[in-house]
């Protein structure tokens, strides 16, 4: 079957079997390896994506579903200007240790932020229940969604580095 | 993990989705969101020859009030029950149900209905509507009829459903008296399934329960209704003792077993405890108002 969905602003298409999973047309026929296979039984949450904005687990999504919306996977969270605020702030606040469940996270948190831009602790915790990190890296994920939310409300996004370089270094 | 091949039909209108269903119905699934169905696939524990993908049929998403009915739409999402400001005002454990299922990314997809009509005996809707005497909606290419919740289940996976017809929506009666209700879920950690779950709910006249209703989750084959519990407290005052009696009651009509999440006899003491807060907290609720 023919079908065509918006990934991360561009028009793709391909021609899959009604059985193919969505995170298989991403990362097999795209090419686009950020979304991560964990579990596999919609457990783990590394494969979430967004679909029309909200984030699904892109392994319990046949693509076909998936044709005529609008995905974001993680290799369009970052613009030609840099990194999104997301990024910056699990970067800088260590959000991260082997990272296989960061996308999935990152994209979680950046969903959560266009509907709450200042979310509570609690509130953060509740929207990352459906995404496990085996590091347990929880304490960082959630301090690093909390500085991107921060990141997003002052006007321009500058990574601390960029900034302290250009004020003459720390 | 891949499922068996399948032909995949998506069709436009609810017509084209009977004449299909009156075609291959035997050989065919349904899938809305398809979050219980696609880990089945996968697992293949169904091997269906066609899919049929309601999720793009149009009105069926709606969540509204008919004829003092709470009316919940086939493509209704846990998420969209979560968030609704008419069931918060007229069917608060909806809400409350719909908080505790699953995790928000499944919930962003899966819907009330298709969870339903999957009915998995630790499905958490199936309490829900047999607590509030719910009716469904069922559409073949024949004519419509309507299945009360108590006649729904049949046993682990199975429901009163024709391979022909497909549940358009669910009819909850709300708004008559002062009414309240509760879901209590014990869960290991977030996304699995209940140990134990219960949904209770009640209607009082003046001190006195009118009617109650009660469904048990993850107890026996199917969801279940606590029928004689129910008929123990039609008419009584919600004493206390009242209340503790009904929830042992409820408690002798779940059938857990043994697993990973606990014995049986803890099970049952979970009914009993659960029972026993839900009906106190819904006797709060309909005090206050608060459906």
């Known amino acids: 079957m023919k079908v065509s969905m918006t990934v991360n602003g561009s028009e793709r298409s391909g021609d899959v079997e009604p059985r193919v999973l969505l995170v298989d047309f991403l990362r097999t026929n795209l090419r686009l390896t950020g979304t991560h296979i964990g579990c596999d039984t919609s457990s783990c949450g590394a494969c979430t994506v967004l679909i029309d904005g909200e984030p699904v687990k892109s392994c319990t999504q046949l693509a076909v579903q998936a044709d005529g919306r609008a995905i974001t996977t993680v290799e369009g969270l970052a613009t030609a200007a840099g990194l999104s605020p997301m990024q910056i702030g699990f970067h800088e606040e260590h959000g991260l240790q082997c990272g296989f469940c960061t996308p999935g996270m990152m994209l979680v948190g950046t969903a959560l932020l266009e509907h709450n831009p200042n979310p509570t602790e609690e509130e953060i915790r509740w929207a990352i229940s459906g995404n496990i990190c085996r590091c347990t890296g929880y304490m960082n994920i959630v301090k690093a969604i909390k500085h991107a939310a921060a990141l997003r409300e002052s006007s321009e996004v500058v990574p601390r580095e960029t900034a302290a370089a250009a004020t003459g270094g720390e | ?291």
């Not at chain 2, 997809?109 to 509507?129: K, M, N, Q």
């Not at chain 2, 309240?180 to 950690?189: D, I, N, T, V």
């Not at chain 2, 140990?195 to 026996?220: P, Q, S």
Request: hydrophobic share 45%; charged share 25%.
């Open chain 2, 1 to 291: 993990m891949y499922p068996t091949a399948f032909d995949y039909r998506a069709p436009a209108s609810l017509d084209e989705t009977l004449s299909v269903l009156k075609e291959r119905g035997d050989e065919a699934k349904v899938m809305a969101g398809g979050q219980s169905l696609i880990p089945l696939l996968k697992l293949r524990f169904a091997r269906p020859e066609l899919v049929v993908d309601i999720g793009r049929l149009p009105h069926l998403n709606a969540i509204g009030r008919d004829d003092g009915h709470l009316v919940i739409g086939a493509l209704a999402r846990h998420v969209d029950i979560e968030n609704s400001p008419e069931v918060a005002a007229s069917a608060l454990m909806l809400a409350e149900a719909a908080h505790w299922i699953a995790d928000p990314l499944v919930r962003n997809r899966g819907t009330l209905v298709g969870s339903v009509c999957h009915a998995d005996p630790a499905g958490d809707w199936g309490s829900v509507i047999l607590a509030m005497h719910a009716d469904l909606v069922a559409r073949s290419a024949s004519g419509e009829r309507v299945i009360h919740a108590a006649d729904f289940f049949k046993g682990p996976f199975e429901t009163a459903l024709k391979p022909d017809e497909v549940v358009t929506g669910v009819r909850i009666p709300v708004g008559k008296g002062r009414g309240g209700g509760a879901y209590l879920k014990l869960e290991r950690k977030v996304g699995d399934f209940a140990t134990v779950a219960v949904a209770v709910h009640l209607h009082l006249d003046g001190n006195k329960v009118e009617a109650a209703g009660i469904g048990l989750t993850a107890v026996g084959p199917n969801n279940i209704k606590a029928t004689e519990a129910e008929h123990f407290l039609r008419g009584k005052e919600p004493t206390d003792e009242v209340i503790a009696e009904a929830a042992r009651i409820a408690s002798d009509a779940a059938e857990p077993k043994d697993d990973i999440r606990g014995s049986a006899a803890y099970k049952k003491d979970v009914v009993r405890v659960f029972v026993q807060r839900g009906l106190k907290a819904a006797v709060a609720r309909a005090k206050e108002g608060r459906s």
